[in-house]
T-cell receptor, first 115, second 111 residues
Framework: GAVVSQHPSRVICKSGTSVKIECRSL??????MFWYRQFPKQSLMLMAT?????????EQGVEKDKFLINHASLTLSTLTVTSAHPEDSSFYIC???????????FGSGTRLTVV | SQQGEEDPQALSIQEGENATMNCSYK?????LQWYRQNSGRGLVHLIL?????REKHSGRLRVTLDTSKKRSSLLITASRAADTASYFC???????????FGKGITLSVRP
C-alpha cells in the first residue's frame, strides 16, 4: 500500500532557529501533498497544499514566509518553520493522495517543541 | 475552517459492543472519509464513501451517508480494546481536493 514517511518524528529547537520537516512518498508519486497542524486534542487544520514544481497554496491566516514549503520532486515535500517561537510548538502532519479510491495517506507526524 | 462536526465528542464502551459515531457537514461534498488516529501518531485512512453512495462496508466497519441531511455515521461492530483511538471524518469536494476535518471523536474501548 501507499506509504508516506515523515521525519523527524520529534524535534526540540531553540526559539529563533529554523526547523525542516520532510515528507516522502515511498512507493508512489505524489503530485500534491498537504501539510496540517494539530494542537492537542484538536482537529487537523490545513496549512497549505504543496504542488510539485510550483508554489504552495496557503490557507488563510498561514504565514507563507514563516512556513516555507518546497515540493521539488514527485516524492518529496518539505516544510521549514523559520524563526520558530514557542507558539509554533505543535504536531505537524503531511499527507499525500494515494492512487486508490481517493484515500489520502498520512505521515506519522512531527512533534515540534520550541523552547 | 472546519466542515465536519462529529458526535459524540467522546464515547466509552465495553469490548464487544458496537460503537456508533456521527458526522455532520455543511456544504456539498464529493466524498466523505473516516480516519483513525492513535495518540501522537499520524492518521490512518479507514473508509471512503462517495456522495452517490449510501452505505459501505469494510470488515467490522460500516459507513452510511445521507446527503439530504448532510450526515454520515461510522459503525464499528464487535469493538476491541485496540480500537481505542480518535476518529475523524473528513470531507472532500473532488478527487484531488483538500480535506476538511471534523473535530474528532475519542473512542475508549474497555477490555
Amino acid at each position: 500500500g501507499a506509504v508516506v514517511s515523515q521525519h523527524p518524528s520529534r524535534v526540540i529547537c531553540k526559539s529563533g532557529t529554523s526547523v525542516k520537516i520532510e515528507c516522502r512518498s515511498l512507493d508512489f508519486q505524489a503530485t500534491t501533498m498537504f501539510w496540517y497542524r494539530q494542537f492537542p486534542k484538536q482537529s487537523l487544520m490545513l496549512m497549505a497544499t504543496s504542488n510539485e514544481g510550483s508554489k504552495a497554496t496557503y490557507e488563510q491566516g498561514v504565514e507563507k514566509d514563516k512556513f516555507l514549503i518546497n515540493h521539488a520532486s514527485l516524492t518529496l515535500s518539505t516544510l521549514t518553520v523559520t524563526s520558530a517561537h514557542p507558539e509554533d510548538s505543535s504536531f505537524y502532519i503531511c499527507s499525500a493522495r494515494g492512487d486508490s479510491n481517493y484515500g489520502y495517506t498520512f505521515g506519522s507526524g512531527t512533534r515540534l517543541t520550541v523552547v | 475552517s472546519q466542515q465536519g462536526e462529529e458526535d459524540p465528542q467522546a464515547l466509552s464502551i465495553q469490548e464487544g459492543e458496537n460503537a456508533t459515531m456521527n458526522c455532520s457537514y455543511k456544504t456539498s461534498i464529493n466524498n466523505l472519509q473516516w480516519y483513525r488516529q492513535n495518540s501522537g501518531r499520524g492518521l490512518v485512512h479507514l473508509i471512503l464513501i462517495r456522495s452517490n453512495e449510501r452505505e459501505k462496508h469494510s470488515g467490522r466497519l460500516r459507513v452510511t451517508l445521507d446527503t439530504s441531511k448532510k450526515r454520515s455515521s461510522l459503525l464499528i461492530t464487535a469493538s476491541r480494546a485496540a480500537d481505542t483511538a480518535s476518529y475523524f471524518c473528513a470531507t472532500g469536494t473532488g478527487a484531488n481536493s483538500k480535506l476538511t476535518f471534523g473535530k474528532g471523536i475519542t473512542l475508549s474501548v474497555r477490555p
